[in-house]
């Protein structure tokens, strides 16, 4: 996709969403996707490879949650994958600092590039399962937000993110369509760990008829020491 082309369509997108994109934002974004699609060649980052769908799927996508997020803030991303949705918020959203957090040392690798690539400052990619990086006491209970996109159900992902939020902070899940079930199964596992359902916005994303729901669970209190248990049992066998 031509650089115009591009512009244009970023710029549209977003201003539907209430977001307005300056040169040097859609410039980041620019090198951001060339720099998707070249790597993805060598590695499996996104099966979504079309410019137009790149745009709304994972770059608008990503930046809806934008709205969330406080003023000179921490966030971490956990199972970022390609970066979605913590690169495109640290385009947009300079004053956040944010940590990508990835099990697969070849998806760091491209967030690393990508990091240096774009010239972005007060943001690093670490490569760790969740379970084992919540049980460092310098980041254990230390973000003001935790968020994820597509990772897990919300029980299991209650558990990968609300330990690493302070007491008062919140955790953003990026969810489909489906969640009715999800909601009602993970309510109990939310409570144990240390927090309550604040809010949930359901949308589509701008000219598409793609639902989108947003969870925002806030820690109410510290969570038990003895979660998130070991690496692989959050997923095997979720909180009930």
Do not use: Y
């Given at each position: 996709m031509l650089k115009e082309e591009f512009t244009n369509r970023?710029?549209?997108?977003?201003?539907?969403?209430?977001?307005?994109?300056?040169?040097?934002?859609?410039n980041k974004f620019y090198i951001y996707m060339n720099l998707l699609l070249d790597?993805?060649?060598?590695?499996?980052?996104?099966?979504?490879?079309?410019?137009?769908e790149i745009i709304l799927k994972?770059?608008?996508d990503s930046i809806t949650i934008e709205k969330y997020i406080n003023k000179n803030t921490t966030l971490i991303d956990v199972g970022t994958g390609a970066g979605f949705p913590g690169i495109p918020l640290k385009i947009i959203r300079d004053d956040i600092?944010?940590?990508?957090?990835?099990?697969?040392q070849k998806r760091v690798n491209f967030l690393q590039e990508t990091i240096k690539n774009l010239e972005l400052t007060k943001i690093e990619a670490i490569h760790s399962?969740?379970?084992?990086?919540?049980?460092?006491?310098?980041?254990r209970e230390s973000f003001d937000y935790a968020t994820s996109r597509a990772v897990a159900n919300l029980s299991t992902l209650s558990e990968y993110l609300i330990p690493?939020?302070?007491?008062?902070?919140?955790?953003?899940c990026m969810k489909g369509s489906e969640i009715k079930?999800?909601?009602?199964?993970?309510?109990?596992?939310?409570?144990?760990?240390?927090g309550i359902i604040e809010n949930?916005?359901?949308?589509?994303?701008?000219?598409?008829d793609i639902t989108r729901n947003v969870i925002i669970i806030k820690k109410e209190s510290k969570t038990p020491n003895k979660y998130p248990r070991k690496a692989g049992i959050p997923a095997k066998e979720p909180l009930k």
């Open positions: 970023m710029q549209e997108l977003a201003k539907k969403i209430g977001i307005l994109l300056n040169e040097k934002q859609i790597w993805n060649e060598k590695i499996n980052l996104t099966a979504i490879t079309e410019p137009s994972h770059f608008i600092e944010i940590v990508l957090l990835d099990s697969l399962r969740v379970e084992e990086f919540s049980r460092n006491k310098a980041k690493l939020v302070k007491v008062n902070g919140k955790c953003i079930d999800e909601l009602e199964q993970s309510q109990n596992a939310i409570s144990v760990l240390g949930v916005d359901n949308f589509l994303l701008p000219e598409s």
